[in-house]
């Protein structure tokens, strides 16, 4: 009885010392892009301790060779989905959805084919809030969405965000900036304040899992008009930032348009795109 008394002692007394965590910190940067700053060491030794004891490991030793060489990947997934971070909600940064049907449309339409699609990829789409708010923008506010045939791509590198993105399953908070008329036509509402998105605009989303950072996963996602890519470079540091916007320079057509987050800028990371001035949004374009 003392024993295990002692041992679960042990257990809860887990260290990632100053060496380990670089280790980490540097592998999980060359895998992601995403390198955590000194000021984030204990959420990253939380969620590290966390995984030790789910997978049973004493030692972070243990731990991080496990997770390295285990063949599925399954591991550094369930890492992956918990440190990053999702913090979304429905029409965030409306303003440039607003220049998507005001502005960006006609150009992209205007290079096209009569009858060619026009593709839009959310990146990172978390748990749907921005790919779906994109598909509501486009049915409510695009007077051409009937003559034209659109298809969104969403994707993110948190496998559980997707599966929530996909059952279409959303709080009272992340809801709370839709207009009422738009709740009440296209959410049912379901007990303790949640709402569910109905099937035909879930079925408009295709959601992929897709690392950035990754050239395997990056080499099918080609082709698109518009895309969004919002508060994510803000994670990386200046050469994953230029890997980034490279990637996005490679999936766009010529004429096609980047939007970033507010307090993000391609201007400092790469001279690729030109910096267009529209009406409601400040966007960066892949030049024709």
């Given at each position: 009885?003392g024993?295990?008394?002692?041992?679960?002692?042990s257990?809860?007394d887990?260290?990632?010392?100053?060496a380990?965590?670089?280790r980490f910190?540097?592998?999980?940067y060359?895998?992601?892009?995403?390198?955590?700053?000194?000021?984030?060491?204990?959420?990253v030794?939380?969620?590290?301790?966390?995984?030790?004891?789910?997978?049973?490991?004493?030692?972070?030793?243990e731990y991080?060779?496990?997770?390295?060489?285990?063949?599925s990947?399954e591991?550094?997934?369930e890492?992956?989905?918990?440190?990053t971070v999702?913090e979304?909600?429905?029409?965030?940064?409306?303003y440039?959805?607003?220049?998507?049907?005001?502005?960006?449309?006609?150009?992209?339409?205007?290079?096209?084919?009569t009858g060619?699609?026009?593709r839009i990829?959310?990146?990172?789409?978390?748990?749907?809030?921005?790919?779906?708010?994109?598909?509501?923008?486009?049915?409510?506010?695009w007077?051409?969405?009937?003559?034209?045939?659109?298809?969104i791509?969403?994707?993110?590198?948190?496998?559980?965000?997707?599966e929530?993105?996909?059952a279409?399953?959303?709080?009272?908070?992340?809801v709370s900036?839709?207009?009422?008329?738009?709740?009440?036509?296209y959410?049912?509402?379901l007990?303790?304040g949640?709402?569910?998105?109905?099937d035909?605009?879930?079925a408009s989303?295709?959601?992929?899992?897709?690392?950035?950072c990754?050239?395997?996963d990056?080499r099918?996602?080609?082709?698109?008009?518009?895309?969004?890519?919002r508060?994510?470079l803000?994670?990386f540091d200046?050469?994953?930032?230029?890997?980034?916007?490279?990637?996005?320079?490679d999936?766009?057509n010529?004429?096609?348009?980047?939007?970033?987050?507010?307090?993000?800028?391609?201007s400092?990371?790469?001279?690729?795109?030109k910096v267009?001035?529209?009406e409601?949004?400040?966007?960066y374009?892949k030049?024709?």
């Amino acid at each position: 009885m003392g024993h295990s008394g002692v041992a679960r002692e042990s257990a809860s007394d887990v260290r990632i010392t100053d060496a380990e965590f670089e280790r980490f910190r540097d592998y999980f940067y060359r895998k992601t892009g995403i390198r955590f700053e000194d000021s984030k060491r204990y959420f990253v030794d939380k969620r590290l301790i966390q995984r030790m004891r789910q997978t049973g490991h004493e030692s972070f030793r243990e731990y991080f060779a496990f997770m390295r060489f285990q063949a599925s990947g399954e591991e550094f997934q369930e890492l992956v989905n918990l440190m990053t971070v999702n913090e979304t909600y429905f029409f965030r940064e409306e303003y440039q959805l607003k220049c998507m049907v005001n502005a960006l449309l006609a150009e992209v339409l205007h290079h096209k084919r009569t009858g060619e699609t026009v593709r839009i990829w959310s990146v990172p789409c978390s748990t749907g809030e921005e790919p779906y708010s994109i598909a509501l923008y486009l049915l409510e506010f695009w007077d051409r969405i009937d003559e034209v045939d659109v298809e969104i791509v969403a994707s993110d590198i948190d496998t559980q965000a997707l599966e929530k993105a996909r059952a279409g399953v959303f709080s009272r908070r992340s809801v709370s900036h839709l207009p009422r008329w738009i709740l009440e036509k296209y959410f049912e509402p379901l007990a303790g304040g949640y709402h569910r998105l109905c099937d035909d605009l879930r079925a408009s989303v295709d959601f992929r899992r897709v690392n950035l950072c990754d050239p395997k996963d990056t080499r099918g996602m080609r082709d698109f008009d518009i895309i969004f890519c919002r508060n994510l470079l803000i994670y990386f540091d200046d050469a994953s930032q230029r890997r980034a916007a490279e990637t996005l320079y490679d999936a766009l057509n010529p004429g096609g348009f980047v939007l970033l987050g507010h307090s993000e800028s391609m201007s400092r990371i790469t001279s690729l795109f030109k910096v267009r001035r529209f009406e409601d949004a400040i966007v960066y374009q892949k030049p024709l």
